[in-house]
């Protein structure tokens, strides 16, 4: 196929969407839904997905021939496409942890991005899949179990077989007496199955049907059996000479919304210059929990995925990305927090957009930070928040939607006041969803479901009967707890945009709603999507 060169759109007449995405999401999460469509709208930008009749849900996988035949219909309307090889290979990244499928299969839903780029060879295609997680999906108690012993000997393996370490081989020819055989080999199938297809993926970019991929390094550690597989990935990339348009780092339910943000800085032809600090403990000497590499490699390459670089002082920069990451010690804890939120007052009072990635504690926000920021910031002016899962997810929803919202606020050759509210609308949601998800829902209402759900005698991981009893506990509790947060941004003063030298402003009057819902069967993640009213 013909080199082509990097497509740029342009603005259409219409000031309803400036330009539209076509997404085939990881799965049917708020994550990897809501959130890359919300960070899109606040760039002007429309996202397009599939129906969740057809991306399947939970256990379920995505009707893989449907969901390929729906993207290909809808390419015509498209400025550019999102793809995750997860669903249209295998039905969503659950289904893509199963050997059941085979290569060849597999292998099949790939060829629908090669259609894709041959039709419309001017249109950037961003694909991602991941490189999968050490352990396999906590479905059931049952697997809850296996989840542990199976993430175990993946990285006892490793540590034994592949580097010598000989000290663990006890501990893990135990770990393969007491897992079923049948999981181990599902488990295997699936890797080497996937592994193939990633290294196919390379191949399409080298060939020019990828204009920019993802490859994301699911749930990991230091050492397992991700590791060997990503470093031939590695090598096959740089052999390719594709490293400007390949990469890999730790993450995945982040992927979308930092190409919704890679396409809006190519759109716009912007790149976000950000500055990075650490409130603890620096990312070069920090490896995150369910990660693999150093953390300060991942911050650079998550902004540079998201059309964005980096600068090494605060007057070059666009964007001040404060990284909350753990303290050296307990004693310095309490230190660091309040050096971290006099350095964010001090930003926001120099008119610095200011954004926050909150990495220190596993899927959930630092309460100790939220304390303090609440108590000593106007949290209206945050650029952007995120504390969810991993460090790498709330790492690049974090960029993402900062490097998404800059790009549109830079422009000054002027948009109409509706665009400029409808845009300010889905930011000011975002940041208080980002807020109340992260801090309220997983501190104070996951808890307190779990303990209703332990008083049912149900499970977390499959409510069954209880679905509809534990639904409506934790839609009260969170409506409860975004009408405290949005106590933060009532009548707010706000800037819109910009056309030449004239500034324009709002205010944030109401919240008009509050959607809360429990997507899966299960109480890790929920649906929220606050609607507020900007005059």
């Excluded at 059931?140 to 000989?166: F, H, P, T």
């Excluded at 948009?415 to 109340?436: N, S």
Aim: with cysteine; charged share 25%; glycine share 6%.
């Amino acid at each position: 196929m013909a080199v082509t060169s990097i497509y740029v759109a342009h603005a259409h007449p219409s000031e309803k969407d400036l330009a539209t995405i076509v997404m085939v999401p990881l799965d049917d999460r708020p994550a990897n839904v809501y959130f890359p469509e919300q960070v899109g709208k606040t760039a002007g930008m429309k996202i397009v997905t599939p129906p969740k009749s057809i991306i399947g849900s939970y256990t379920q996988p995505g009707d893989v021939k449907k969901v390929r035949k729906w993207l290909l219909d809808q390419a015509t309307q498209a400025d550019g496409f999102i793809i995750s090889v997860s669903m249209t290979a295998y039905g969503g990244l659950i289904a893509s942890r199963t050997g059941v499928l085979p290569l060849e299969e597999a292998l099949e839903g790939v060829q629908v991005i090669r259609k894709l780029k041959e039709l419309y060879p001017d249109k950037p295609v961003y694909v991602y899949d991941t490189i999968q997680r050490l352990a396999v999906t906590a479905i059931s108690d049952e697997y809850e179990q296996y989840y542990e012993q199976v993430r175990e000997w993946a990285i006892l393996y490793d540590q034994v077989v592949n580097l010598g370490m000989e000290e663990y081989r006890e501990e893990l020819e135990a770990l393969e007496e007491a897992i079923p055989g049948h999981v181990l080999d599902d488990y295997l199938q699936a890797r080497a199955r996937n592994h193939e297809v990633n290294k196919y993926l390379i191949d399409l970019v080298s060939q020019q049907y990828i204009d920019f991929l993802i490859l994301a390094q699911d749930d990991a550690a230091q050492y397992g059996l991700h590791r060997a597989e990503r470093e031939k990935l590695v090598k096959k990339i740089d052999e390719l000479g594709v490293e400007q348009r390949a990469t890999i780092f730790p993450g995945a339910d982040e992927v979308d919304v930092v190409l919704v943000s890679r396409f809006v800085n190519t759109f716009f032809e912007t790149k976000p210059k950000i500055y990075t600090a650490y409130s603890g403990v620096h990312g070069k000497e920090w490896i995150a929990p369910f990660e693999d590499t150093t953390f300060d490699e991942n911050v650079f390459k998550h902004i540079v995925a998201a059309g964005g670089e980096m600068k090494d002082s605060r007057e070059k920069a666009d964007i001040l990305l404060m990284l909350n990451t753990p303290s050296q010690s307990t004693d310095e804890r309490e230190q660091d927090i309040d050096c971290m939120v006099d350095t964010i007052k001090e930003w926001l009072d120099d008119g610095k957009k200011v954004a926050i990635a909150d990495v220190a504690y596993v899927n959930k926000a630092d309460e100790a930070l939220i304390a303090a920021l609440t108590e000593e910031v106007d949290i209206s002016q945050i650029f952007a928040y995120s504390g969810w899962n991993t460090a790498g997810n709330a790492l690049g929803i974090t960029v993402g939607h900062a490097g998404a919202r800059h790009s549109f606020i830079s422009q000054t050759s002027g948009f109409g006041v509706p665009m400029y509210k409808q845009t300010a609308k889905a930011h000011y949601e975002f940041l208080l969803h980002r807020f109340t998800k992260d801090h309220s829902y997983k501190n104070i209402v996951h808890p307190a479901a779990n303990r209703y759900i332990e008083q049912l005698g149900a499970s977390q991981w499959e409510l069954g009967e209880h679905y509809d009893a534990v639904n409506d506990f934790v839609q009260e509790k969170m409506e409860q707890e975004t009408v405290k947060w949005f106590s933060h941004f009532k009548n707010k003063s706000i800037f819109l945009g910009s056309r030449g030298n004239k500034r324009f402003y709002g205010t944030i009057d109401n919240l008009d709603s509050v959607h809360v819902k429990l997507p899966w069967p299960r109480i890790f993640e929920a649906e929220l999507e606050p609607r507020l009213e900007i005059n």
